[in-house]
């Protein structure tokens, strides 16, 4: 019984650290996308290409994708706000996925068990959320494939974020564990 109540502090500790990452997330990345908005907004008042200041940058922080654009080919404002897009769905899943941690987290300080119905939603619905932001990146990046309309950016754009599906795969499988082992406490409970 007392590693039981250990094990219940621990998860209000757990809550805890889920809820400032969560609130981390949104802070940090509602910051990042206003920064990102407001400057390609303000440089493009200002006359400025955005697409050229955007190169600059890729050529100071990744240099090792610069030989792989096509000579003469500049990125199109389309692919920018693509990427910023895409930011943004990165930061919104993040944050969900740290909301959901503490949720379940006080869910099993309140109820006193991992295995109870809205646990294995949860894990349901954050396993379905990394299939749809899975789905979201592939279609954005088909989007930016079709604005740029170069054969080698539209096979270099195109991808799959297999380590997604990947997690999404092992979230939607514990759900269906803890739905077996819910099935089982009921049935014992049942019994007794």
């Known amino acids: 019984m007392k590693m039981q109540e250990q094990k219940l502090k621990r998860f209000k500790v757990y809550k805890n650290i889920s809820n400032v990452l969560f609130i981390l ?11 990102a908005l407001f400057t390609a907004t ?14 600059k940058i890729l050529a100071e922080v990744q240099p090792e994708v610069l030989p792989m654009i096509p000579e003469g ?3 199109p404002y389309g692919v920018i706000f693509t990427g910023i897009i895409s930011a943004g769905l990165s930061i919104s899943l993040t944050a969900y996925i740290f909301k959901s941690v503490s949720l379940m987290f006080g869910r099993i300080v309140e109820q006193g068990t991992p295995f109870a119905s809205n646990m294995v939603k949860g894990l349901k619905h954050m396993g379905i959320a990394f299939f749809i ?5 592939f279609v954005l990046s088909i989007l930016a494939g079709t604005v740029i309309n170069h054969p080698e950016w ?33 049935d014992s409970e049942s019994i007794v």
Do not use: C, K, R
């Not at 440089?43 to 955007?54: K, W």
């Not at 932001?133 to 990146?137: C, E, H, P, V």
């Open 42 to 55: 303000v440089l493009s008042a200002a006359g400025y290409d955005i697409v050229d200041v955007a190169q």
């Open 25 to 35: 997330t949104v802070v940090m990345g509602g910051l990042f996308m206003l920064a």
């Open 154 to 186: 539209m096979t270099f754009n195109v991808n799959i974020s297999w380590s997604s599906i990947m997690f999404g795969l092992l979230l939607f499988s514990l759900g269906e564990i803890f739905e077996f082992g819910l099935s089982l406490q009921v």
């Open 133 to 137: 932001y899975t789905g979201l990146i």
């Open 73 to 75: 080919l500049s990125i």
